[in-house]
């Protein structure tokens, strides 16, 4: 019997574009560098690609404060190369994931802008504004709430203040976001990386998030109220009713201020497929870096 999953089972090796490989003499790698490399990485033994992200970007956090989520920044190339890219891969057995982030755009995407417009915007609830901010602290430093003077009140965002969260909770943004899933799954990509996505959801109330001992503001506070909300199950459902619309795809979960309990609840064949440890990245030099040790994390899940 064939058990093989090629998400669970694959090597999976990411790429960071811009320095990957450049194929025109810009000193930036892009898309077509990728595909030159192709040969190179299956004959490695790799079977799957993820790429950090892509898509047109001021630049202000590397790339993850995305301007539009259907397009690809002119540095790396064009939808086209993105095309061709896909089509050379999968002739290769090589599949493609791309990484989603989705908790937050630019301020420089459209929806912003249209947003900050005015307060009668259309698209004025696509964001989280408040005349009034709580305690909230961002995870880059500083407030969680930047105001905003053309229309007098503070949007919230939890990374830099150039990556306003989007409201999750209005159903025209829910319904754009998903669409693009579908818009790169009609392209072929075969999975997603989703940056911080169990941030989607804040508390409906916006109550203060409690005190603790810590360093800096943000390890000041538990973190309560601003993330892991109950909503994000029914969308993790409604997501993978998505994917698996489509042949084989897979979703992974960047798990974001999670215990390893947390992590695993939002993995299963109505939810995620796999999720993101950080247990292996932080203080290293705790931890003993044997196999029983490891195993042993890996067993408590």
Known sequence: ????????????????????????????????????????????????????????SPDKDFGYDVSDYC?????????????????????????????????????????????????????????????????WQASFGGKAWEY???????????????????????????QAQLEAFRFWMERGVDGFRLDVFNAYFKHPDFPNNPLKFGLRGFDRQKHIYDIDQPEMLPLLNELRALLDSYPERYSVGETYLVTPQKTVSYCGPDKLHAAFSFDFTSNELSFPWNPDWIMGQIARR
Do not use: C
Request: aromatic share 14%; net charge negative.
């Open 71 to 135: 397009n690809i920044e002119p540095r790396y190339g064009t939808l086209a190369d993105f095309d061709r890219l896909v089509a050379e891969a999968h002739s290769r057995g090589l599949r493609l994931i791309m990484d989603m982030v989705m908790n937050h755009t630019s301020d420089q995407h459209a929806w912003f802008q249209e947003s900050r417009s005015s307060r009668k915007s259309p698209k004025r609830d696509w964001y989280i504004w408040k005349d009034r901010p709580n305690n």
């Open 1 to 56: 019997m064939n058990t093989y999953l090629w998400w669970r089972d694959a090597v999976i090796y990411q790429i960071y574009p811009r320095s990957f490989a450049d194929s025109n003499g810009d000193g930036i790698g892009d898309l077509p560098g990728i595909i030159s490399r192709l040969d190179y990485l299956a004959d490695l033994g790799i079977e799957a690609l993820w790429l950090s992200p892509i898509y047109p």
């Open 148 to 174: 905003d003077q053309p229309t007098g009140q503070y949007y919230l965002h939890l990374f830099t203040k150039e990556q306003p969260d989007v409201n999750w909770r209005n159903p025209a943004v829910r």
